[in-house]
């Protein structure tokens, strides 16, 4: 199956862009999408614990099993003022 999967702020500045396609196994989950960009960019590491998913416009869990074609938001913790 075929994802898309878009970056914003820090996690944008690992990836080097702002969205990539990725060519994942059938049944495969948002924690197969973060294994595998962290086996791409390996300072993912270090904000596994931190980074939100969304699938589609809508926050889900990490393991969140995933369909052709979905959208997926890699969301960083923000802080602002």
Do not use: C
């Amino acid at each position: 199956m075929n994802v898309k999967v878009k970056f914003f702020a820090i996690a944008r500045d690992l990836v080097g862009k702002d969205e990539m396609l990725l060519s994942l196994p059938e049944h495969a989950s948002t924690t197969t999408v973060i294994d595998k960009l962290i086996e791409r960019f390996p300072k993912f590491q270090d904000w596994k614990p931190y980074i939100r998913i969304a699938v589609n416009y809508e926050y889900v869990p990490q393991d969140h099993k995933l369909k052709d074609n979905d959208e997926i938001a890699v969301i960083p913790p923000v802080s602002g003022g």
